[in-house]
């Protein structure tokens, strides 16, 4: 069950810079290895994200109510270890700068018991209108109040997003269908589920064998459900992978680039 600490809600938690938010990795969010999912843990990034905007008067909730909402751009989470069952995490979230269209929030991952740094996450949200799903100058709400909230001194001591670079070299590996389960509360398939699906592509020999060391996706265009999905796989470097995501249009048979990512394996020691 998602836990917000006890200053979630206080005079003192909203109006902070960074906001700091407590998580339980449930058993049965954990892989075969007893480790916390990859989707899940972006979940919980996610959550606190918009935890951390509603506080602050401008998150989905207030949002929605005129016509706008936010869309995950770029998410990057790199991690020295992933929480095994019954970790308690606590994600801390801020805004490290905001422009017109776009803002820049950044993400520090602890084990909330020893304070042992377990990772940090980096991500780019674009404000789109709701009607015409056009980008929304997210400066023009609540008077551009989202600027008292840019930290600009705390430490994510992690490379940004990069531009993830396919050639022709890379191999096509599956088509699936998306359905109900794949849509999200703005209408399209959910960020989350694209990592999911992705990391679907290696098997569970290599899953044992590995884990995740960096994972970054830059979403592209918007799909949606029933949309059936195919997946091309590129290895870049040893252990380091970049899949494209791709759909089809059925009444033009084009294809559509929906997201690319880009995944860091890092040989596992502790099987």
Request: charged share 25%.
């Amino acid at each position: 069950m998602k836990q917000l600490l006890t200053t979630e809600g206080t005079q003192e938690n909203a109006h902070s810079k960074v906001g700091r938010y407590e998580f339980l990795a449930e058993p049965f969010h954990c892989d075969f290895t007893d480790r916390l999912f990859m989707g899940h843990l972006g979940n919980h990034l996610l959550n606190a994200a918009d935890f951390h905007s509603n506080e602050r008067g401008f998150g989905m909730h207030f949002l929605n109510t005129i016509h706008r909402t936010w869309v995950l751009s770029r998410l990057v989470i790199e991690m020295k270890e992933m929480p095994v069952a019954y970790t308690r995490l606590a994600v801390e979230t801020w805004v490290k700068d905001a422009l017109r269209y776009f803002t820049h929030r950044n993400f520090k991952i602890e084990d909330s018991a020893t304070g042992h740094i377990l990772g940090y996450g980096r991500s780019i949200w674009a404000m789109i209108d709701t009607d015409t799903r056009q980008p929304a100058d997210l400066l023009s709400v609540h008077n551009g109040d989202i600027l008292k909230y840019v930290e600009t001194d705390k430490a994510c001591p992690i490379n940004p997003p990069s531009r993830v670079k396919m050639t022709d070299a890379a191999t096509f590996v599956c088509t699936i269908d998306t359905g109900y389960s794949d849509v999200d509360v703005n209408g399209h398939i959910n960020s989350v589920k694209y990592i999911e699906h992705v990391l679907d592509l290696w098997d569970l020999d290599w899953h044992r064998n590995h884990r995740i060391g960096r994972f970054e996706i830059a979403y592209v265009a918007e799909g949606h459900g029933g949309d059936r999905l195919s997946f091309y796989r590129e290895q870049t470097a040893p252990n380091e992978f970049c899949v494209r995501v791709m759909k089809t249009e059925s009444d033009s048979d084009e294809a559509i680039e929906l997201c690319r990512s880009k995944v860091v394996f890092v040989k596992n020691d502790l099987l």
